[in-house]
């Protein structure tokens, strides 16, 4: 059965710097990873979707990595800013479920 | 629409009551998906939508929640008898197709809360 890890559960950082987010994930038959972000009282918005056979995808100050071998993805976020505050998930997809982690709650502070 | 539109966006009911929930998705969009957040944990698979294929409902939890999708587009999750553990947020999301190629994208969700 499919597991997704996110660690940290929450992160605290001052604006400008650089941070990575982790997610792992127990079984590397994945179709592809998607990381979004959910802002309180909001839906979920996608940023990053990595197929199986990529290994990393950038959006602007966005960047995914994906070792399926190893079962992980990070996402670093480069000169973070205030409006970046919100939970980031990540879910791998399994045939066309999305199985999730719960999430890293990230606040970066003025 | 330019967006999934998912309503209401908040629903306060008395348990034993049936709510029902609605979600429109993206035009064109032949997959649709109904997720379920509950307070602190991760999201839940609930029921999958895809054309006119008969759905995958091996994630609803108990017989007293239903869906059902007309005319391959607008879609409503019913939930009868609800009971407190049903408080969640509701999510819908629909792709493009169930092509590994497709992201999803998802509406703002429904806050069901059950007193």
């Known amino acids: 059965k499919q597991e997704v890890t996110q660690i940290p559960a929450a992160l605290s950082v001052p604006e400008g710097e650089n941070l990575v987010l982790n997610c792992s994930f127990t079984?590397?038959?994945?179709?592809?990873l998607q990381w979004f972000r959910q802002d309180p009282g909001k839906g979920l918005t996608s940023l990053l979707l990595i197929q199986s056979s990529q290994r990393e995808q950038t959006s602007g100050r966005l960047n995914a990595s994906l070792d399926k071998s190893s079962g992980r993805s990070t996402l670093y976020i480069a000169a973070s800013q205030p409006g970046d505050s919100a939970t980031y998930l990540c879910a791998v997809r399994n045939n066309y479920q999305l199985i999730w982690g719960a999430g890293t709650k990230l606040i970066i502070k003025p | 629409g330019a967006g999934v539109s998912q309503s209401p966006s908040n629903k306060v009911t008395e348990k034993g009551k049936d709510v029902e929930l609605r979600c429109d998705p993206i035009s064109g969009h032949t997959a649709l998906y109904w997720y379920r957040q509950s307070l602190g944990q991760g999201l839940e698979f609930l029921i999958y939508?895809?054309?006119?294929?008969?759905?995958?409902k091996s994630g609803l939890p108990s017989d007293r929640f239903s869906a059902e999708r007309t005319g391959g587009s607008v879609s409503t999750l019913t939930i009868q008898r609800t009971q407190q553990e049903d408080s969640a947020v509701y999510l819908c999301?629909?792709?493009?197709?169930?092509?590994?190629?497709?992201?999803?994208?998802f509406g703002s969700g429904t806050r069901l809360t059950v007193v």
């Open positions: 999301a629909s792709s493009l197709g169930v092509g590994v190629d497709y992201g999803y994208t």
């Open positions: 079984d590397s038959a994945i179709y592809n």
């Open positions: 939508f895809q054309g006119n294929s008969a759905p995958d």
